[in-house]
């Protein structure tokens, strides 16, 4: 019979608990040195597994989703995203949510977005100043240019004009979402950032629901629009609609950017890397100005070694730096024995780290996955989740990849840049993880 996971002393955990739900890297990184892979925190009715290793995870991720809940007491996402959202659903309704979301990220969709990506990075970059070196938050920067090419994928051009509405209403719940766990706690109270979030979905709604109106009313046939895509499926409601876009705008939209903006921290700190990129973008992208249009799948598979600073920034900085799920049954996780109605916190960040599967785990190498053996790069490929796995990953997963790919190829292509300080800043963020302060380079433009 399994035993169960090992804990830190019951005196310990009250702090450590505190700690995890405010700051968690330095807390899972210590559980994780003390205890091992698997660690039980908790006590009465608060039963948490916090599960790391690389091994544990990649076991994890093979059960059944039956053998979890994503919809229990302690979801803080449902205030943002809806209780109809497929990340916060569970069993046929969870399927038939996913499935009518799912053909929105076919190849040939993702195919056509490539140019659009390339002409919003363009965009972005011609909008600072055309000489001098400025000092500038490149978060802000792409964090815009992401929301342009999110509304744009999504919606065509039907909404864009309205891209920098949807960007303020998300401000709300990204503040929501960055405060301490217990901040978060549901309550029905209309009042404080948790009535500021609800007040703000509500006029989000009215934006998408007039968008529907008028699908309905006046059908586009656009092959990109997404919405249209949704609002004619007949396997979900017009409610159901506005949680799976609400889910599509935020997740795609915040979660790259704060993976973007640690990947400019690792990369400007790295100027040969960042000389690197350039050159490879020289060769494979061309001179800005160029017809984005001939750029297609075949050119973002050129971008080999964008590829392998994406992979290596996501394993170091995971947007997700613990996802939680509950135990709908007993099950068992690394020979450890987990208990109905646990909270199961696998990390990301642990599994990126652990030293059983990665040699020197904090050095930012792209060049790490270069010439690994085929035990190795199995192992390479277990462990890195930054986009969760099984049946429950992340819908946008290459959506993502391929905006963060082509977006660190065209600025660094584009654009000087240098960090203000010799190192990395401090994480801040509960469910999407970013650099504290953002990223305020000193910028030129490429002369």
Not at 192 to 202: E, L, N, T, Y
Request: glycine share 8%; hydrophobic share 45%.
């Amino acid at each position: 019979m399994a035993s169960a996971p090992p804990r830190p002393p019951i005196h310990r955990q009250p702090s450590l608990l505190l700690k995890i739900f405010r700051d968690p890297q330095p807390v899972l990184d210590q559980l994780r040195a003390e205890h091992g892979p698997v660690v039980g925190l908790g006590f009465g009715p608060v039963k948490m597994a916090i599960v790391g290793g690389a091994d544990e995870v990649r076991s994890l991720f093979t059960r059944s989703v039956d053998d979890f809940r994503w919809n229990h007491k302690f979801n803080a996402l449902a205030v943002v995203v809806g209780k109809a959202s497929m990340i916060t659903s569970d069993g046929d309704d969870w399927s038939r949510r996913r499935a009518a979301v799912q053909s929105a990220f076919s190849r040939r969709r993702l195919n056509r977005w490539i140019p659009m990506i390339l002409e919003q990075a363009d965009a972005a970059i011609d909008a600072l100043p055309a000489r001098g070196t400025h000092e500038i938050d490149l978060y802000r920067v792409v964090r815009t240019a992401i929301l342009e090419i999110v509304v744009r994928a999504f919606f065509g051009e039907s909404m864009v004009d309205k891209a920098a509405r949807f960007g303020e209403l998300m401000e709300a719940p990204q503040n929501y979402l960055e405060q301490p766990a217990w901040k978060q706690l549901p309550h029905p109270f209309p009042i404080g950032r948790r009535g500021r979030v609800k007040a703000d979905r509500r006029a989000f709604d009215d934006l998408v629901g007039e968008a529907i109106t008028s699908i309905r009313d006046n059908p586009t046939g656009d092959a990109d629009d997404v919405l249209e895509m949704l609002v004619h499926n007949d396997s979900i409601s017009d409610n159901e609609v506005l949680d799976q876009v609400n889910t599509l705008v935020g997740a795609g939209f915040d979660t790259t950017a704060a993976s973007l903006a640690w990947m400019l921290w690792c990369c400007g700190l790295a100027p040969d890397i960042w000389a690197a990129l350039r050159a490879e973008a020289d060769e494979v992208l061309g001179a800005p100005g160029t017809d984005n249009q001939a750029v297609d799948h075949g050119t973002l598979n050129r971008l080999v070694f964008a590829d392998r600073v994406v992979r290596e920034s996501l394993r170091l900085h995971p947007a997700g730096v613990i996802s939680p799920r509950e135990a709908a049954r007993d099950i068992e996780v690394g020979g450890y024995a987990i208990t109905t109605g646990t909270l199961v916190l696998w990390s990301a960040h642990l599994s990126g780290r652990d030293p059983n599967v990665w040699s020197d785990p904090l050095r930012f190498d792209p060049d790490r996955f270069l010439d690994m053996t085929d035990d190795q790069q199995a192992a390479a490929d277990a462990a890195w989740v930054p986009f969760g796995g099984g049946r429950r990953n992340c819908i946008g997963f290459a959506l993502a990849r391929m905006e963060l790919t082509v977006l660190i190829a065209r600025l660094a292509q584009r654009l000087d840049v240098t960090p203000p300080t010799t190192g990395k800043p401090g994480p801040v963020g509960m469910v999407v993880n970013r650099p504290l302060g953002g990223v305020p380079f000193h910028v030129a433009r490429r002369s």
